[in-house]
């Protein structure tokens, strides 16, 4: 297993920054059960890593799949780095596909909240930021911090989610495992 890192901004009833209000983001969601979000979708959880794509060096860094920019890092170093100043944040280790069950992987400093589906860009999620897809799985199926918990049920909703919506290009997922650091950012 590989295991990436990245720092995300935060978001929950405390956001007051440029982008959508909390509140209206859980009206338009009806995702009314979550305390805070912790995504990796770039646009409801801000990318605080900042890299310099014209420093050679830093491209050793950059985890990329075929032709996409994943905004996952090789080294938690490298993240402190390249990292926005930030008060609060996220930081989030995290593991692309993984084939076996995460939840009870320790990592030294780290809990394991639960599975993003990301689109094949890497960008997006499909359960938090795409208005729903009622038909392959409920609000009440994300935890109260948008993921899914299940290593199995993750899988399932990504089959189905592509199944369902063979257009979609948001339907077509990655399963990513994400653990965030108890203390750094906090």
Known sequence: MTFLYTARGTYDKTYNEDGISWVKYIEWSKLTHLTELVSLDGMLNEILVEPDYENADDWNYIQTIEQYQTNFFTTSEFVFKRIKHKDKFNLLTVV??????????????????GYDLLDQDFNISAL?????????F????LTNK??????KKAYDIKKRLLENNPDEHHA???????????????
């Open 96 to 113: 692309l596909e993984p084939d076996i069950d995460c939840k009870d992987i320790k990592i030294d400093n780290y809990e394991f909240v």
């Open 128 to 136: 938090t930021n795409c208005g729903g897809f009622d038909e392959t």
């Open 138 to 141: 409920l609000p009440t199926d």
């Open 146 to 151: 948008g993921l899914i918990y299940d290593f």
């Open 172 to 186: 077509n997922t990655n399963v990513i495992a994400v653990w965030r650091h108890r203390t750094i950012g906090r």
